[in-house]
């Protein structure tokens, strides 16, 4: 048994390449939303929810799992050393997917980058009057409270999901401030929705161009304006490659010994 985590587009593709092998394989996925996304096949068993300490280490021993792939967001920082922690202890095989990051630019806006969310709102707030954010839904607070005290208008781009659309209420975003929508989009895209809502800064987190983080930075450029990004975690001391020829090496290296 491989257990897989993350309903990312890579998580997706390398729980269909270990039911391809013949593998049965778990895809462990946070939300209803992402569970939606995975293509039905008799050896791929969706498991829905976030996954803490206690239930990683209870899916390792359980269902008798021989390799953990984690194929998380690049910015899934805490459940990757859970993982990868459980995984070492209960002597687990464990390779970390780490998407590429965005190609560097040579484009004349100017870039910020910010080591946290707190420093990532700080920068902006300074840079523009009509922040837009492409972050997610975690860390909305952060910019909501400092839009309420320094008068700065937050559209935040979201996933068009009722739980993170409750969230985002409840944090007290307003609905015209909300777009809730399934990217990654194009350049094009990116540029009307900026040109739209009179954006002055876009914040963003370099999700690589599989997330779209090249479109964004290209519809910034065209546009002029600063982009703010926030940093990846420090995934120092976790097994990890960019390359998925080293992941299916792990996988058949699990195959055979199955076989």
Same mark, same amino acid.
């Given at each position: 048994?491989?257990?897989?985590?993350?309903?990312?587009?890579?998580?997706?593709? /390398?729980?269909?390449?270990?039911?391809?092998?013949?593998?049965?394989?778990? %895809?462990?996925?946070?939300?209803?939303?992402?569970?939606?996304? !995975?293509?039905?096949?008799?050896?791929?068993?969706?498991? @829905?929810?976030?996954?803490?300490?206690?239930?990683?280490?209870?899916?390792?021993?359980?269902? &008798? !799992?021989?390799?953990?792939?984690?194929?998380?967001?690049?910015? *899934?920082?805490? !459940?990757?050393?859970?993982? #990868?922690?459980?995984?070492?202890?209960?002597?687990? +095989?464990?390779?970390?997917?780490?998407?590429?990051?965005?190609?560097?630019?040579?484009?004349?806006?100017?870039?910020?980058?910010?080591?946290?969310?707190?420093?990532?709102?700080?920068?902006?707030?300074? %840079?523009?009057?009509?922040?837009?954010?492409?972050?997610?839904?975690? &860390? %909305?607070?952060?910019? !909501?409270?400092?839009? +309420?005290?320094?008068?700065?208008?937050?559209?935040?781009?979201?996933?068009?999901?009722?739980?993170?659309?409750?969230?985002?209420?409840? /944090?007290?975003?307003?609905?015209?401030?909300?777009?809730?929508?399934?990217?990654?989009?194009? +350049?094009?895209? &990116?540029?009307?929705?900026?040109?739209?809502?009179?954006?002055? @800064?876009?914040?963003?987190?370099?999700?690589?161009?599989?997330?779209?983080?090249?479109?964004?930075?290209?519809?910034?450029? #065209?546009?002029?304006?600063?982009?703010?990004?926030?940093?990846?975690?420090?995934?120092?001391?976790?097994?990890?490659?960019?390359?998925?020829?080293?992941?299916?090496?792990?996988?058949?290296?699990?195959?055979? /010994? *199955?076989?």
């Amino acid at each position: 048994m491989i257990l897989v985590l993350g309903g990312t587009l890579e998580g997706r593709e /390398i729980a269909g390449t270990t039911a391809g092998m013949g593998i049965k394989t778990l %895809l462990s996925v946070v939300s209803g939303y992402g569970a939606g996304l !995975v293509s039905d096949d008799p050896l791929v068993e969706v498991l @829905v929810g976030s996954l803490d300490d206690i239930g990683i280490r209870s899916l390792l021993r359980e269902r &008798n !799992v021989r390799l953990v792939i984690d194929a998380t967001h690049p910015y *899934a920082g805490m !459940v990757t050393t859970m993982a #990868c922690q459980a995984a070492q202890e209960m002597q687990v +095989s464990f390779i970390r997917y780490q998407r590429p990051p965005a190609a560097k630019r040579n484009g004349q806006n100017k870039k910020y980058p910010a080591v946290s969310y707190e420093e990532a709102a700080d920068i902006a707030k300074n %840079l523009g009057e009509t922040i837009f954010l492409t972050i997610g839904s975690k &860390n %909305l607070k952060t910019f !909501v409270e400092m839009g +309420s005290k320094y008068g700065r208008r937050i559209i935040a781009r979201v996933l068009p999901d009722a739980r993170v659309l409750a969230e985002c209420a409840a /944090i007290g975003v307003v609905s015209r401030d909300i777009i809730a929508i399934q990217g990654p989009f194009s +350049s094009e895209m &990116n540029i009307a929705m900026l040109k739209e809502f009179k954006a002055n @800064v876009l914040v963003t987190k370099d999700s690589g161009k599989t997330g779209g983080t090249d479109t964004k930075l290209e519809a910034a450029e #065209c546009l002029g304006i600063p982009v703010v990004i926030v940093g990846r975690p420090d995934y120092q001391g976790v097994p990890s490659t960019n390359m998925m020829s080293d992941i299916l090496e792990e996988i058949k290296k699990i195959r055979k /010994i *199955a076989h």
